[in-house]
């Protein structure tokens, strides 16, 4: 049964670490099982105190990774044509690989705010912070995956 939780937790982190880059998958939340999984293999690999700061970390990003982008856009003077453009860009570009999905929410919030008749220099402008906020998120979720596979890697080590 333990090997059961092990092979579970590196299914889970693996998969935490893909959603970290597709928008479709909670990549934190299922990284974050994979703690849980880990413990399940062996209470001495995780601490509690462990768990609870990784549980409140993979909160925070989950609750950035929806909030960034609207504030980002709004610091940017975005309007919500460039949010609801740059969503439907990200979703156009999960279907053209990587470079789709890095490049979509960008046009996708420069179209949204010309289609709002907002000047080019503007709309490039407020498509440059969607395109950040993307990348800010995007990076912190990547990072939280990579230290939860870590920790999978130290302990198939030991």
């Known amino acids: 049964m333990e090997y059961l939780w092990f092979t579970l937790a590196i299914v889970s982190a693996l998969v935490g670490l893909i959603g970290a880059l597709l928008p479709m ?34 909160l925070v990003l989950t609750i950035v990774d929806y909030l960034a982008p609207v504030w980002l856009t709004k610091i940017g003077g975005g309007s919500k044509h460039a949010m609801r453009g740059a969503t439907a860009g990200l979703l156009v570009g999960m279907f053209c690989g990587p470079v789709g999905m890095i490049v979509g929410p960008f046009v ?28 800010l998120t995007t990076g912190l979720k990547f990072f939280y995956g990579i230290a939860v596979v870590c920790m999978l890697v130290v302990e198939l080590w030991w």
Not at 34 to 45: N, Q
């Open 25 to 58: 998958l909670p990549g934190p939340p299922v990284s974050y099982v994979a703690l849980w999984m880990l413990y399940l293999y062996d209470k001495d690999s995780v601490s509690s105190t462990t768990l609870w700061v990784m549980g409140v970390l993979m």
């Open 108 to 135: 996708g919030a420069l179209l949204g705010e010309l289609i709002a008749k907002t000047p080019i220099r503007k709309a490039l402008n407020i498509a440059l912070y969607s395109f950040l906020a993307f990348i």
